[in-house]
Antibody, heavy 117, light 107 residues
């Protein structure tokens, strides 16, 4: 059973940084690509970033490129999202998700990030 | 980036109704599309991958199809537990892009 548990969300001021983590279990983490997807309050889903199974390939949404960094530690079965230069419009629930080929398949429960002064 | 235009944005339907939701891609994406269901306060759930492949454990009243760059999610007989918001997602290339969502409400 795939289990994904996000942590690290909270309230942060604009311009500051935050790092999200996602602990994975129930599947072979080191063989799976992983995504981050976010959802602003009352809005639709927005894909954020993906990392390949070995960390060698990464892609980002234009809205976060240059500010966010996705990474993984396969020895710890953990996915990360380093978020720098945060903006009010980054306020959202952030979900980590397992990739099936490129598609977003299994999702965590999400962690809320609020960017506010 | 590929744009996914989803329609309608909302609909009202009754239990037992047949419901159809459409996503149109701004360019060809082969069959590289998934459909998701999201209930309030919950994470989305993958219903269909590769345009028409039903995921394990998903009821057979859900189906997906493709005609060119138009993709359709059909619920053959709406059940009370199906009232939710539905999204499509193209995974043809990066950046992945979602449709705007369709909220299915009780009539």
């Amino acid at each position: 059973q795939v289990r994904l548990v996000e942590s690290g969300g909270g309230v942060v001021q604009p311009g500051r940084s935050l790092r999200l983590s996602c602990a994975a279990s129930g599947f072979t983490f080191s063989s799976s690509g992983m995504h981050w997807v976010r959802q602003a309050p009352g809005k639709g889903l927005e894909w954020v970033a993906v990392v390949s199974y070995d960390g060698s390939n990464k892609y980002y949404a234009d809205s976060v490129k240059g500010r966010f960094t996705i990474s993984r530690d396969n020895s710890k079965n953990t996915l990360y999202l380093q978020m720098n230069s945060l903006r009010v419009e980054d306020t959202a629930v952030y979900y980590c998700a397992k990739a099936e080929q490129q598609l977003v398949s299994s999702w965590g429960q999400g962690t809320l990030v609020t960017v506010s002064s | 980036a590929i744009q996914m235009t989803q329609s309608p944005s909302s609909l009202s339907a009754s239990v037992g109704d047949r419901v159809t939701i459409t996503c149109r891609a701004s360019q060809g994406i082969r069959n590289d599309l998934g459909w998701y269901q999201q209930k309030p306060g919950k994470a989305p759930k993958l219903l269909i991958s590769a345009a028409s492949s039903l995921q394990s454990g998903i009821p057979s009243r859900f189906s997906g199809s493709r005609s060119g760059t138009d993709f359709t999610l059909t619920i053959s007989s709406l059940q009370p537990e199906d009232f939710a918001t539905y999204y499509c997602l193209q995974d043809y290339n990066y950046p992945l892009t979602f449709g705007g969502g369709t909220k299915v409400e009780i009539k």
